[in-house]
Structures are given as structure tokens and as C-alpha cells.
């Protein structure tokens, strides 16, 4: 068995709570609602959360797949809440946010794999919320781009849809999505006018030179907005971690992206898809 990597001192955090942090996590719980701050075990949620902010996850807490870089429960999902779409723009409302994000767990149970429900919590944000700004972080939608456009026809500010790792690595720890048919995701949401954002993890056993291929793919698509963050192992039984890249590594990618013609890259070892979200604006 490989020995592992020992983390290093830059990614040694500790959740501090504040009153903000204790009435977010009330307002969570008591709506009912899922966050991937919680089920992904995010490193910045005592930060977010500190600050009353927080990503949503719709269409319940269990996954139709089985990614190996992800915590979220794999099986057989209950049927989707009708109720959550009004439930998520109400809990908006009483956490004062000026913006949101909303992701889900993949849903290739349903016949629309959720399409609509994803329609459905973005205009009723959008109508509890006039003044809120929307980010959302969609599935691949199996490449059906007619189902991406009922999304991109709900109107949200910012699409993103998560590259997740370079090209070689992608088929190693995604279970069903691959690279090329996130790439098509991605360029259909930037040509149909719509801001286009993806993310991607460091620290799989890439190389420098796949990612900046990666970046050079996503620019060409027409992606606006890239986040690199580095890849943090959930639990055992999750992919390993090959290396730890430096802070120093991460501003070097920032400054290529930026190079390369993205108009905002965060870059870093704690960053996340929605990370200082709130920015991308």
C-alpha cells in the first residue's frame, strides 16, 4: 500500500464559530435543506458560514453516482421534494443573501435528470429574491443540452458545470461524466450568452503542462471564470492524494489562466467551485 502524503502545514484549518455561523447552520437545518459545505466536507465552511453564506444542494443528499473524489452518499435517491424549490428562495431570503449558490447531486434516476426541479428553484429564487444575484453549479445533464437549456432559460447570473481534473485523470475518478462532454456543456452555455464557469482539482497526479492544457480547452469553449483548488481526500475509501501542490504552484496558475484569457481565476490550496462566489459578479 502506498504510504500517504502528509499534509502540510498550509492546509491545517481550524472552524471557528461566530453568531453568524450558529444562526446559518440553524437556518440550514431548521428548512431542512443539504449543503455540499456539509456533504462535501468543505474546508471554508466556518468561513462561509462565519459570513451567512452557504451553497445549496437540491434534489436530496444521495447521488446516482459514484465519483471517487467525492464524499456525497451513493444509492438510490427519494423522489425530489416539490417543496425544496420554495424552501431554498425562503431560507435565501432570511439569510439576507445579495448572492446565492445552488448546486445538486446528479439525478440520472429521473427521466429529465432533474432538469426542471433545477428550473423550478431558480425562479422561485428569483422571484422571493428579486435583488439576489444566482450562481449555479449544474450536472452534466448526461449531455442533453435541451435539458441545460432549461436551466440557462431560468436565467441564472452564472452557470458553472466542474471539469473536475485534466483529460488523462478524468475517466480515473469520474464515474459516468467525462472530459469531452464537459467541455460541450460548458461551450453550449457561453454561446447560448450565458457566464460560463468550471472548476478543477489539483494534487490527482496531474502535470503542470495537462493543466494548462485543461485552461487552454476551457478557453476555447468559451469558460469565463476557472477555480483551482487542491484535491483533499474525504475518507479512506476515497481516491488518494498524490502530491500537495504549494501556494506558490497555485499563483502560478492563477497568473497562466489569466495569461491564457480567463477574466477571473482563484486559485489556491483551500479554494472551492464557490468559493468567494459572491466575487464573480
Partial sequence: MAERVRKPEWLKISI????????????????????????GRCPNLGEC??????????????????????????????????????????????????????????????????AKHWADTI?????????T???????????????????????PEIIS?????????????????????????????ADKGTTAKSGIMVGLGETI???HQTMDDLVVAGCSILTIGQYLQPSRKNYPVAEYVTPEQFARYKEEGIRKGFKLVESGPLVRSSYHAEKHI
Fill in 16 to 39: 471557528a464559530t461566530n453568531q453568524r455561523y450558529t444562526e446559518t447552520k440553524r437556518i440550514v437545518e431548521s428548512h431542512c435543506l443539504h449543503t455540499i459545505c456539509s456533504s
Fill in 133 to 155: 444575484t444566482l450562481e449555479v453549479l449544474i450536472p452534466d445533464f448526461q449531455g442533453q443540452m435541451e435539458l441545460v437549456d432549461l436551466v440557462i432559460e431560468a436565467q
Fill in 209 to 211: 503542462e495537462e493543466v
Fill in 49 to 114: 458560514w462565519g459570513k451567512g453564506t452557504a451553497t445549496f444542494m437540491i434534489g436530496g443528499n444521495i447521488c446516482t453516482r459514484s465519483c471517487k473524489f467525492c464524499n456525497t452518499e451513493t444509492g438510490r435517491p427519494l423522489p425530489l421534494d416539490p417543496a425544496e424549490p420554495e424552501n431554498v428562495a425562503a431560507s435565501i431570503k432570511l439569510m439576507k443573501l445579495s448572492h446565492a449558490v445552488v448546486t445538486s447531486v446528479d439525478r440520472d434516476d429521473l427521466p429529465d435528470l432533474s
Fill in 161 to 189: 458545470h466542474n471539469m473536475e481534473t485534466v483529460r488523462r485523470i478524468s475517466p480515473l475518478v469520474r464515474s459516468a461524466a467525462n472530459y469531452d462532454r464537459s467541455l460541450e456543456v460548458i461551450k453550449h452555455i
Fill in 123 to 131: 425562479r422561485a429564487i428569483k422571484k422571493e429574491n428579486p435583488g
